[in-house]
Each structure stands twice: as C-alpha cells, then as structure tokens.
C-alpha cells in the first residue's frame, strides 16, 4: 500500500493530488512536503514512534500522515473541535512523544503545556530540499491508533496495524469498485474518523484526485458545490447528506458521479431511490463496518430495480462480508447460529481485525474472545442472514430495553415513522425517568406536522408499552465528530 502510494507521488508530479480550500495541490509539492516532514521525523524519533497530528484538513495534515507511515511509525489524531481534556487524555493514554501541527494557536500551546509534548510546526519545513527514502515498519507495526467514545465516557483507542491496513485495502478493491487517476474523489469525513483514512489512501493509490471539505460548520452546502462545479466522480458520504438534501431531490443532477458510498450510519432504502435518480450513472453501495474491523467490513450494492427487496423494517441490507471477513452469528450463550433469518449478535474474524485496544486489557477481554481457534471481535450489533447470504442490520444490542418487562428494539419504533410520515430522520433513545423507569423518548428530526398525528399511528402499529413518552421535534439533529447523530446532546432536548 505505502510503495503504491510512494509511487505515485513520484510518477504523477504534474497531475492534482488534493483540492482544499480552492487551492490546487500537484502530487508534485505532496511528495515534496511529505519528504521534508519524513527526512526531519527520520532524525528526531526511532520505527515505532506514536506521532499526534493536530489535524486541521490541509495538505500539512494529510501530508503529516503519509510522512508518518513512510517513516515506521503510528499516527493518532487530535482534532482541534475536541475539548482540551479529550486530547490531553488521548495524549496520555497512547503515549504520544511529538505533536506535527501547521498551526500556532492558544488551543495547541494549552494542549502542549498541559502534556509536556513537543510540537513541531509541519508548515516550516515545506522548504527544506531533502530527497527522502521511506522506511515504513513491517506488517506488524501500528499503522494508527484511532480513539472512539467509550462506555464509560472514557476514549478508547483502537490499534490498526499495516497488516489490518494492507488487509482492508486488499478486500475493498476485491469489491470490483476502481478508481482512475481520472476520478475527483470527495473526502468529507474529520480526520479523526476512520473513514477518512479509506477516502484519502484508497484515491492516493490509484493517483486520484481528492477534494477535501473544509473544516466549516457548512459542510453539507459546500459538498453539493463541490459535487456540481467540480464533477465529482467518486462519492463516500453518510446518509444524513441525503436528509439534507432531500427537498432539492426533484432538482439535483449529478451526471458525473460513478461511485456513491453510503456509510456510516443505516441507510433508509426509500430514499436511497430517491438519490439514485439525481446520480442516474452510479454505483450506489451500502459500507458498513465499526473501527475494530478497519473501517469497512461489509458492502452491498443497490440494483436498480430492487430497491426494497433487501433490509429490514426498511433500512438497507449490509450485504455481504469483504474477502478477508469471517462472521458467526452468536445467541447470549455465544452457541453459534446457523440457520438463516435468525438474529443474533455479528462477530468478525479475519487480518482486518484490530490488536485490541490500546492500554485497555478489560475492554479487550470484554470485547475479544477465541471460537474454534479464531479471535472474534464482538460487534454489539444485531444481525440476521438470509438464504442468499445477505446480511441485514437489527439494531444494537445495547438498543435493546427493558419497557415495563418486555423488550424493546428501539427501531422497531423510529422505521415505521421513517417510512410513513415526511420526516428527515427519526431516533428513539431510553432514559431514566426522575420515578426511576425506564422511559422512551422520540426525537423527530424536521417535521412539520401534528405530533397527535405521529402519537395515533403509533397507537395503531405498536404495542402500548413501546409508545414514547416524549416526542420531540428539532429542526435538525445534533451531529457529533464522526458526523453521526449526538445521542448524548440530544438526551438534553427532553
């Protein structure tokens, strides 16, 4: 992957490499930031070294990140929206021994006083001359670790090695999807999310071009710039753009755009076709994966004439697995089900399979176990298959609530409102109610109508014990970094 990479910025000197803030960036001046960041990491750390890159989306970031796999060692992302004592944790807890930052702000200087943690300023040596030769580490060597929000509202940090990199990047061109040193491929995701590293090294591979959203509280407006006056032709986004964007569907045209992946969040099959009609020459895709698994682990790809024939209560099929996934399906005693439309609990074996987390031994034990000779991550997600092999997404385990004695799947409650009322998006999160029960509320996401409305078709398709107590409307959602729905902020809106 990294020779692949390495080869590009030397062949493609004239060609673009990235589009960020209505600047042209050549392969020519990556490659020449990117070995003048690799020659003074070279001379300042040893192989195996944890790099933080405070990562604002410029080319220094991006570059930050190519020079620290080129030089053996293991990034970790700080993202300047996090709060201060967010980072100073993820510093402590992954042992960071250098901060790379094209900034010089208050923020940063906080962050490296507070962690006793050098920084060296990326931007500085854009100028130094030095012809470099990458030196990544071996199969084994982290590649990154990246840090998601834990259970206890501690970040936990998931290590991904060059082995479950290399592995990923084999299993997601085994799909068939092909990029071209012709393709202008959209990377919308923070740096501090593990889909970016699949939208940046996936088109770097294949010398495309990549157009970079800016850090803006605008993103959604500046990608439907970016897809029409630059004819993307490569898509990664997640469904909450087509929320956005849905009262514009009878106007949008997108004729460029060969490639649309829906990751990241469920996808809703009924509007999935209503975007297909704006993309009329795509390949649209369903990825899903949590960061355990290397970014993706499953796809499906929509045919155009089945659209609901595969999901469940409306929501897209997963597909199937990546050629290097292996999955069980586990009931509560681990015992392994076997027969097809029975749902269970997805576990994932395979070289894409992350190390474990990273100075975290009781989530690894309670995360990791051994069947039949193969380590599994358990997922927490519900699934079934069905007689074709298709995967479908229930819901997560941890969605499952005790109402009144009985259990509850909570999008057994937000699928039917999704699907019948005019509504961009729909959640159902328990809460502790101030008498001690467990209670339901329902946050409705750009609704205009009666919630009398909303209250009496429930009343009508669901058992009264799983009738929300409380229905809010917002005119949009609370998004969090990873660009999914804040569950946490929007339990403040009861």
Known sequence: MLTKIANQLNSKQDKYAFY??????????????????????????????????????NIYSYASLLSVLFTGNTFVILNPKFPLKRNLTIIQNSDISLILSSDNNQELNNLAHSSGVPIIYNKNLENTEKSFIFSPGNENSLAYILYTSGSTGEPKGVKISLKNLNTFIESFFATGIKFSSKDKVLQMFDLSFDVSVATTLLPLISGSCIYSVSDTNFKYPEIYKLIKEHRLTVLTIVPSILSFFKPFFSELKFPSVKTCILTAEPSFNAMVKEWSNCIPNADIYNFYGPTEATIWCYYYMWEKTNFFEKGYKG???IGKPLKNIFPILVDEKHSIISESLQKGELCLAGDQISIGYHNNQSQNKSSFFIKENKRYYKTGDICFF?????????????????????????????????????????????????????????????????????????????????????????????????????????????
């Open 20 to 57: 960020i803030d209505s600047q042209m960036f050549t392969y020519k001046r990556l490659s020449k930031i990117v070995n003048s960041i690799s020659e003074k990491l070279s001379k300042i750390t040893v192989k195996n070294s944890v790099i933080g890159i405070y990562a604002t989306k």
């Open 315 to 317: 929501y897209a099929s």
């Open 386 to 494: 069905d007689n074709t092999g298709d995967y479908m997404l229930c819901g997560r385990v941890d969605d499952q609530v005790q109402v009144q004695g009985y259990r509850v799947e909570l999008s057994e409650i937000t699928s039917p409102i999704i699907e019948n009322f005019k509504v961009s998006n729909a959640v159902a999160l328990s809460y502790r109610a101030p008498n001690n029960l467990t209670e339901i509320a329902l946050f409705l996401e750009n609704y205009s109508g009666k919630v009398s409305d909303i209250r009496s078709f429930l009343e009508k398709n669901i058992p009264q014990y799983m009738i929300p107590h409380k229905i809010v409307i917002l005119p949009e959602f609370p998004i969090n970094e990873s660009n999914k729905v804040d569950r946490i902020e929007l339990l403040t809106k009861i």
